[in-house]
């Protein structure tokens, strides 16, 4: 899958939103630069207050902006940049890439990644392999080797189970149908971007790409991991900390809707039940570790989501959900809640062994 020649990538946008990141910007946005492969490098601004947009109109005025007025989330940022891109490009680009500021890529990245969904019409999103900025030796936690879901709608990842990394060792090189590609770092194919809406703007951030790949899934497309030919590192954690309330909130909110928005009919009543019983487990530990912020963040999410239940029900309406856990690729037909916490499996090829 070797690239050849500059303008291997000139049908693909590179779109980087930021709010108030002009640290990753510095630290990151050169390496994009040098290494895009003739694709534009467009930066999407979400009314940032530091000096991200100067900084940049001063240092590298190669790169495009797009400003907003203000700050519209990982979901509304990117759908309005998207939307713009699309109506204003003379040729509008095939192909956008969704990176994150906090991406560290490397030589030869974006071919790989781009030549896999040119190879396949049905393929409509791809990550590439997912490494830990600080410990490159260790997979990533938002994506690593590709996504997968339990039935329950329990996002995982080759390589990262919950909070247990492995160690890259070659062992997830394999180009392969995941049921999810990460956000951190998203090739998709801009037909099926605009046919399917975008991301769900309601999430704000946090599993918008796992519904975007889901929904894509039950329209008939295809979702891929490039394996060990395209790899990037990130650092994570860049926009709200690993623990935080409001991270708690949008985890547990998401994580309803993209199950009961997606879920084919006949596995949506005992998987949603089940799912609610979950998070109910999981706030009474919060209360009993004595965490009040996390569990009413638990709470919240709940209430939030039956309030607008009327909205969630439409958007499953518009999703069209029918593919079951066996007709979908990347999907894991029990539950790995179940076996990471009470069988102690720590590892994704654990669970392919039971």
């Known amino acids: 899958m070797a690239a050849s020649g500059t303008d291997t990538c000139a049908d693909v946008a590179i779109v980087i939103l930021n709010y108030n990141g002009e640290h990753f910007l510095r630290q990151f946005l050169p390496g994009v630069l040098a290494h895009a492969a003739g694709a534009r490098v467009i930066v999407a601004d979400n009314a940032s207050t530091d000096d991200s947009v100067p900084w940049l109109r001063h240092e590298l005025a190669q790169v495009e902006l797009l400003l907003f007025e203000e700050n519209l989330g990982f979901c509304g940022g990117y759908n309005q940049a998207l939307v713009e891109i699309r109506a204003t490009s003379p ?103 605009h046919q399917l809406q975008g991301l769900e703007p309601a999430f704000f951030a946090h599993m918008e790409e796992i519904d975007f790949c889901w929904r894509a899934q039950n329209a008939g497309h295809e979702v891929w991991y490039a394996g060990g030919t395209s790899v990037v590192h990130h650092v994570g954690g860049g926009t709200l900390p690993k623990s935080s309330p409001r991270k708690t909130y949008l985890n547990f909110r998401n994580g309803l809707a993209l199950l009961y928005k997606n879920a084919a009919p006949g596995e949506l009543a005992p998987a949603f039940v089940l799912r609610l019983l979950l998070d109910w487990v999981a706030g009474l530990r919060f209360v009993l570790a004595r965490n009040w912020p996390e569990a009413q963040a638990v709470g919240r999410a709940h209430w939030h989501f039956f309030r607008e239940f009327g909205y969630w029900r439409q958007r499953r309406r518009l999703a069209r959900p029918h593919l079951r856990v066996r007709e979908r690729a990347g999907t894991y037909a029990s539950s790995v809640v179940w076996a990471y916490f009470v069988g102690g499996q720590k590892r994704f090829s654990e669970l392919s062994k039971n």
């Open 91 to 193: 040729v509008p680009p095939r192909y956008y890439v969704l990176l994150n500021s906090d991406v560290a890529v490397q030589p030869g990245w974006l071919p790989p990644l781009r030549q896999l969904l040119a190879a396949n019409p049905r393929i409509a999103a791809a990550q590439p392999k997912l490494l830990a900025h600080a410990d490159p030796t260790l997979f990533e936690y938002a994506g690593a080797g590709g996504g997968y879901l339990d039935w329950l709608g329990y996002p995982f990842c080759r390589g990262r189970l919950f909070d247990t990394l492995e160690p890259d060792q070659g062992q997830y090189d394999d180009p392969r149908a995941v049921a999810w590609a990460s956000g951190a770092c998203l090739l998709v194919r801009a037909e099926v971007w």
